[in-house]
């Protein structure tokens, strides 16, 4: 007992290693030092699209917008390289009155926005920010489009004159757009012209179709928009 006292008196205690899993290391001594935290860039990072490619040489913010449910949110994660952020809260019986989406089985909105990320042909990285579809948002929609160039307007032919708003409200900030029809089953078909002159478009506003949930259309869709923004810098 009394060797076991007195080894226990005089052992010394055992050595903290930086490697035990319980001690914090020591903070760095410079402070603009990259923390521990810090993840630096890879080839396999850019590769998996989590890094903006380096073969990019230019950025544009676009603006994907258009009425309650038309397909926004579905847009930009079906082109999304990052995983979206959405910002969707569950439908309340309190709005039911006012928010009335053309699929009764809508569930959820987005009530800030949704933000994505796409690059075409490795040169143009589109940033893209979804808005959200209810009226009493158009307000927001002038400091959200801060700094954008265009828009990608969403239309459902099951209810055109619900895109007014968001056509008119483009109009008013002055922001260039393309009209992409996100075909729902049992949409009316109508003729480019007769949409045309329903939507008040000018003939220069590109007017696609496309599936929001479909990969290449919803793209497609984009890149008219992108070259209908080329076209407008070059004549200006
Ligand atoms: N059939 C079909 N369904 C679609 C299409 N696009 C979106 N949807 C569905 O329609 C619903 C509404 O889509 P959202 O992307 O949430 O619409 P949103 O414009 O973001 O809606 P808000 O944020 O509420 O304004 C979702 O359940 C989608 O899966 C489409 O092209 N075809
Ligand atoms: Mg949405």
Redesign the pocket.
């Given at each position: 007992m009394a060797s076991k006292a007195a080894s226990e008196a005089t052992a010394p205690e055992a050595p903290e290693t930086a490697a035990s899993s319980d001690v914090p290391p020591d903070p760095p001594s410079d402070p603009y030092a990259p923390s521990q935290a810090y993840e630096p860039v890879s080839p396999g990072d850019a590769a998996s699209g989590k890094y903006v490619s380096s073969s990019v040489s230019g950025a544009a913010k676009i603006m994907v917008v258009?009425?309650?449910?038309?397909?926004?949110?579905?847009?930009i994660g079906t082109v999304s390289e990052i995983k979206p952020l959405s910002t969707e809260a569950v439908m309340t019986q309190a709005g039911a009155s006012v928010d009335v989406?053309p699929?009764q089985a809508?569930a959820?909105?987005?009530v800030a926005l949704?933000f994505g990320r796409m690059t075409l042909d490795g040169e143009l990285v589109l940033y893209l920010f979804?808005t959200?579809?209810?009226q009493r948002f158009l307000p927001a929609w002038r400091d959200l489009a801060r700094g954008a160039l265009g828009a990608l307007a969403?239309v459902d032919t099951r209810d055109l004159t619900a895109s007014f708003d968001a056509l008119g409200h483009l109009e008013d900030l002055g922001l260039p757009f393309a009209v992409a029809v996100?075909?729902?089953?049992g949409s009316p078909r109508h003729s480019d012209g007769e949409l045309r002159a329903a939507l008040d478009l000018l003939p220069e506003t590109p007017l696609v179709s496309c599936?929001?949930?479909d990969e290449r259309s919803s793209v497609m869709a984009l890149i008219a928009l992108v070259r209908h923004l080329v076209l407008a810098a070059e004549s200006s």
């Open positions: 258009g009425p309650l449910g038309v397909g926004k949110t579905t847009l989406p699929d809508k959820t909105t987005t949704d979804g959200p579809g209810q969403l996100n075909v729902f089953p599936d929001a949930r």
